[in-house]
């Protein structure tokens, strides 16, 4: 269906159930999802569909209840995909039967604009988020019919997209806006795939061509408010929604960090599906800036939590950093639908580094607590989510749920479907993106493909493929060569070959035979990375990683004043795989040395004196597991010395 | 009229006319105060007065407008004391006919809650802001009376101190309420001392006393309103506004940083009048706190915008310290008012600390522009006060004013009356506390004794006193020897002496003829400071501290990417007077690496190189007359290397 003719392998053909993310992915379907549908439960958000909210409830629907429940029927549906379970699939019925009665006659589905402020139904399109639960509500409806085939919430869905498709538009007597909180566009881009409609793909290249057109929409509905555009907007400013300038007139990422890339992924789609090179462009340019200057060593973007979003060039704070665990989401969401539009490893490698620090960093280990800010240092009392009173936690630590839930069902339909983003096919190739443990069946050329990998990755250095091509075909299995790895070695049936390598990607050409074997070896030394100079925070200090993963020290491991910790240049850490650990991790163990911050006198300051210092054994963990053991201190950046 | 025995001398015996705090005091009266009345005219606030306030003005008045008009009448008082300026006393005047008109029959005087929200009079005491007008309003009566003797505005301030007298206090049919923002309370204690009425302190104390007494009044009235006391309360907690406990129960100081000092400096004024020990008790725990865990080197205090405010022990980040000018002013209001209960240098020293960095940054070298946030770092782009939308502005520079305007007049009013902050008498002696060039009539024992300082301090180590007592006559001459003073000489007449030291106060006990000379050298070498281990983010670093002055590195003077300048540990800076730069200030040259930071990939992130560093001269200015230049990074702590 991608006008591109290179396209992802879907989740239904990719099994993911050992391993790496075979673990986490197992955790997400055990104790994630229903965690998540009890906390549905608990908080009102399943019984707010039944729109008989009043004062005397225990609860009040939040502006944006639905995109909740949305997120949680989208990553059931991805687990339902591999493992069938009657039990949540009921569950799910139940809660689109509660949807699908709370559809108005005229096709309008929301709970809070119909329940508490009938009178408000698009009043207020930048703050008010109903075409962003529309977008949600859309992609769990495309979900579920995709691998169910019930059509129940895609019906219910049709009507509300046609609905919204009337309301909005270029004509007269339709409303010329667009969605405050993008989402809608990349799930009306689903939707025209799954039923073939040219008008939702319309719709979404309406709402992305029209974002920034002058007059601003937010200021006309503003004044319609009686409200004054400039002066009584929290956000002071149209960057904080990318509505700034019309989209491919834009050049950086600004704003708040999830809206801008739920807007990158949907332009990408519209460009996949329009043939428009001009968005392609300036994705193209928003990307550089992203990766280049506005995104942490974890993937996490978004640095501050005065827009939940980006600040300015080289502004990377680590103890403070947001970075939302939804934004590395959906820079995942944007990173593959990059590669798909211009296919180079460059998206991938992002696409990696996210997923196995930045989004991993969101979820306990046992799937039961999220991160909403994932900082890159923790100091006790630190706290860089607003959610929590300044002073009444000692320890920036998971929580159970949040008022505003967008991370935790974010986070489970991602892992649910983290199957569609190990392959592509196209253009004669298979093309390998992640490595991890996993069988697929891939359609290419008329013909089924089948693809083992086996791999303990991202601890081992090696992965191997078990092929089988079944009568023998000719294609290309173009391997990826992470950005991070400078040695590789490729063995197909034992032999050591060379490979051309094309946009980062190893192409093996040849005509594969049943039973054909290949051993890809990626070199995975400990290194020291360094940050660019102008990211101030990060002078003088470097971070471990190996692989794709990044490394922290935490208090646990290396006890506290984390911050007087020096790791000496000379200093040669060695990488350990701990079956025990944090349920199998590479650790790094090596000399450091240690301020003694003992005999201060009872004062801030003095006189500088020769620090004193010892040397210690540190152990390092990957980052993503952090915040799993006894709360404490943590860091990323060391300081070398 | 202190209670206790030591009292300051009053500035209108006190004439600074000349040397570092002389020439501060002629640009303050010059162009500051005649600029801060030209904005309360532009602005509305005076105009506001007329309480004819209706939508179609160009101005809405704030909830405490009030203050902004106060405090300017304050200032232009302590001004008049040694420089009458008919043009002045005028302006006031009219400002002070104004308030008297506004004055309603039963006394009560506010803008906000008699022209545009009446009905919400006392209704929110916790947000609201009018018994915080009510006191900066009795400050500027009492002030403008002991300076003019004109009665006019003391009158109307007793009539409403009378009012709030009735409204407020222990008895049936009263509010047992006290102030969301602290200030009547030493503004009543001011009102007692020149009334002589019992009343006003009964109300101080009862304010205080009542504060953090259960059930929390602020729940009450919250209740009141029909909000929920915790779900509704913007900032989460009473620690916010100080009234978590009873006062005398506090150990932290905690929540904003205006309202806890100003709390703090009542609560001394009320220790002071009913010798109080248990309030004293914890002012010295409070002290404690502050000094010892929460204070930036510059004096400031309150290191975030969030509550701006208090945060944790240890807890002082640098390029988002938010460290408001007021909070600084406040801490020396607290401060002086410690040293009289308790009479220890260490007071005067934290005094003088924030007077010479952290309050004086607050206003331009011209005295026309202001900071409200008084960061110790500063990068392009970095912005700590959220008046600013985060991405329109470059460079964190002062502004012409402040919708929430304390800060400006605060200065005024502040260094207006910095007279007062030289002298103290006691006990048949008179203490110096601050080194300046100073002309003083001091009443000790039914006598007047001249002192006149002679003196370039900070930039010299020299204090030439020029003592007349006629008739000759015996007392202490207590001269502060400065925390960071490791060597003091004094000689009189010529002659080095050695003197008893008490409580940091060389004790020059003697009878003094007519002429006596005392000369004081401070030794003030150049210190490398560094910060507790424990506050994380000084780590590595070190602040160079001359004196009482800090001082700081700005691009102009070092260009760009001071995160990379290193200075040598054997790097052994001088010190050298520059009479054109900065209106005359002693700078710091010397020797510094600063990290080659050309060729770099188009990439965040790299395996680590050992850096290229080249060798250049760095030049140090005392950090409060930065951004009085062309733009750039500031840093207060720089990296050892």
């Known amino acids: 269906m991608y006008a591109n003719p290179i396209e992802p392998v879907a989740l239904k053909n990719v099994t993911i159930d050992r391993g790496f993310w075979g673990a986490r992915i197992d955790t997400n379907r055990r104790a994630t999802l229903p965690i998540e549908y009890e906390q549905l439960k608990k908080t009102g958000r399943i019984e707010a569909w039944k729109l008989d909210w009043n004062e005397g409830k225990s609860y009040k629907p939040h502006r944006f209840w639905d995109s909740d429940s949305a997120k949680w029927i989208e990553a059931a549906a991805y687990s339902l995909t591999s493992h069938p379970d009657e039990h949540l699939e009921a ?60 059509r129940k919430l895609l019906d219910v869905m049709i009507r509300y997209a046609k609905y919204i498709d009337q309301i909005f538009g270029p004509n007269k007597g339709q409303k010329r806006g667009y969605p405050g909180h993008q989402e809608i566009e990349l799930a009306l881009v689903k939707l025209y795939r799954v039923t073939g409609q040219q008008r939702y793909l319309n719709l979404a290249k309406f709402f992305i061509d029209e974002r920034g057109q002058q007059p601003p929409y937010f200021d006309l509905e503003a004044r319609a408010r009686g409200e004054d555009p400039v002066k009584d907007y929290w956000a002071g400013t149209h960057k904080y929604n990318q509505s700034h300038v019309p989209v491919r007139e834009q050049t950086e990422v600004v704003g708040h960090a999830v809206r801008a890339c739920y807007m990158y992924a949907g332009m990408a789609d519209v460009a996949a599906e329009t043939n428009d090179p001009t968005l392609v462009e300036a994705l193209q340019r928003l990307w550089q800036n992203v990766t280049e200057k506005r995104m942490y060593i974890t993937g996490g973007i978004g640095p501050t939590l005065r827009n939940e979003g980006f600040t300015f060039d080289y502004d990377l704070p680590n103890d403070m950093a947001y970075a939302e665990t939804c934004a590395a989401i959906a820079l995942v969401f944007w990173a593959h639908r990059m590669f798909h539009l211009d296919p180079d490893r460059r998206y991938i490698d992002v696409l990696e580094r996210a997923l196995y620090n930045g989004v991993l960093s969101g979820v306990s280990l046992d799937g ?32 159970e749920w949040f008022d505003c839930a967008c991370c935790p069902p974010n986070l489970a339909r991602l892992l649910a479907n983290l199957g569609q983003y190990v392959y592509s096919t196209g253009k004669n190739a298979i093309y390998v993106h992640l490595y991890t443990a996993a069988k697929a069946q891939i359609d290419l050329n008329d013909q089924v ?125 060695a990488v350990t795989f701990d ?10 163990t090596g000399q450091a040395l240690r301020r003694d911050v003992q005999n201060w006198p009872n004062a801030l300051y003095r006189p500088i004196e020769s620090p004193k210092m010892t040397p210690f054994a540190f152990k390092a963990i990957p980052y993503c597991f952090w915040a799993n053991r006894q709360p404490g201190e943590m860091q990323v950046w060391l300081r070398e010395g």
């Not at 490394?551 to 200093?571: F, K, M, Q, T």
Request: net charge negative.
């Open 91 to 150: 569950l799910v019925d139940e809660v689109i039967d509660l949807i699908e009665k709370a559809q108005q006659p005229d096709g309008y589905l929301n709970i809070f604009y119909t329940a508490v402020e009938p009178e408000n139904r698009w009043a207020n399109l930048r703050d008010w988020h109903e075409l962003y639960c529309a977008g949600h509500l859309i992609e769990a409806a495309v979900a579920y019919y995709q691998v169910t085939g019930k």
């Open 368 to 399: 039961t607590t999220f991160f909403y800010a994932n900082p890159l240092a923790a100091f006790p009392e630190v706290n860089p989510y607003p959610g929590v009173p300044l002073d009444e936690t000692r320890h920036y630590r998971r929580s």
């Open 449 to 573: 493909i089948q693809i083992e990998q086996q791999t303990n990755y991202p601890w081992d250095e090696t992965v191997r493929f078990a092929i089988q091509s079944e009568p023998p075909g000719q294609f290309t299995l173009a391997l990826r060569l992470p950005g991070w790895c400078r040695q590789a070695n490729i063995k197909v049936n034992g032999q050591a070959m060379s490979t051309m390598t094309e946009q980062g990607y190893a192409r093996i050409d040849r005509t594969w035979q049943p039973g054909d074997q290949v051993e890809l070896t990626l070199s995975m030394p400990l290194e020291r990375i360094e940050t660019h100079p102008r990211v101030r925070q990060n002078a003088g200090r470097f971070a471990l990683q190996r692989g794709p993963v990044v490394y922290c020290l935490e208090e646990v491991d290396n006890g506290p004043n984390l911050a007087h910790v020096i790791i000496p240049r000379e200093s040669e850490p």
């Open 579 to 588: 079956r025990n650990l944090l349920g199998g991790v590479s650790v790094i």
